[in-house]
């Protein structure tokens, strides 16, 4: 009994210790190898925001080209020439997947898009849950290999009673936060804005990450092999693939863009390989030589774990 306690005690300090400040204080050092130094916000970028958009936007613009017969009602709205090209790469899709136009695969489009397929199966890590293994094909070092899901939360808002038994709170450097848990209050209040966000038609948000089976293969987040990067939503962001987007504002008045967050590859990375990625960045506004204070060390995510279904 003594032991099966204490087994279970040991379970939940090694799951919590990555959120406990004093011993983050005592322990970050120790792994300088795997800690990313970042001398200003501005600079914590592995790639560029254009890299980062131009991803998205070929693997969206793939994803609605496949699915027409699903997209029929948003396609109609859209500008003739948009239509055309839209037409075009679907046709284009269809020929190159040899596939009837009702067979919509949005891992086999991200294979064919992006050159790599990702699932979800039990981690490697014992006791870690359930991982993210690349499934086809080879990741390039910058490329983007997922993105965090979530609700996403200014730090005025409340979130106390969603973050509480939460681990997948994910803490941006401007103190935005995301919560990108997939149950209870957080996938309520996730589905409430999406649902409140919608303009006819058009869906400024996906929902799908929430089920087995989302329409945007890249929503399933949950060393290190990959690194978090922040990307806020331009206005230039085409209106019909935001659908895609696997988060939403808290609040619909919200001025700032919308922010995401999507994970990077450090280096090649071969089919059966898992993801995983160090949480913390160390923010350097000190010499060298000088100790570097637990105040400027910005944690990113509250505790080591792996990719889950981007309800992390």
Known sequence: MIKFISQVLHGRWNSYKYRFVPWMAVNLGKNERTLRQVKARSQDK??????????????FKALFA?????????????????????????????????????KHDPVKVMLDTLG?????????VPS??????????????????????????EMYEPIFLQS???????RCIDGILIDGKDKGISKIVYRSCSSRD?????TFSDTTWLTAKPDNPLAVDKAANVCYQEFDIS????????????????????????RCVVLVALRDIRSGEELFSNYYTNWVTAPKKQKISTQRTQIQVYRRRQMKPFNI
């Open 198 to 202: 919608r303009l006819g038609a058009f």
């Open 46 to 59: 592995v790639v560029p925001d254009s890299k980062v958009f131009e991803s998205l936007l070929s693997l």
């Open 66 to 102: 496949s699915d027409l017969e699903r997209q029929r009602q948003v396609l109609h709205l859209l500008p003739f020439s948009l239509q055309t090209s839209y037409q075009a790469l679907g046709r284009s899709a269809q020929v190159l997947q040899n596939c009837h136009p009702e």
């Open 116 to 124: 790599f397929s990702v699932k979800r199966r039990p981690s490697s």
């Open 164 to 170: 509480l038994c939460n681990p997948f709170v994910f």
């Open 235 to 258: 206005t230039e962001f085409p209106l019909e693939l935001c659908q895609y987007l696997p988060n939403v504002n808290y609040r619909n008045d919200t001025k700032r863009p919308l």
């Open 128 to 153: 870690a849950g359930i991982g993210v293994f690349v499934a086809m094909g080879t990741v390039s070092k910058g490329a983007v290999v997922a993105m965090y899901p979530g609700t996403v939360y």
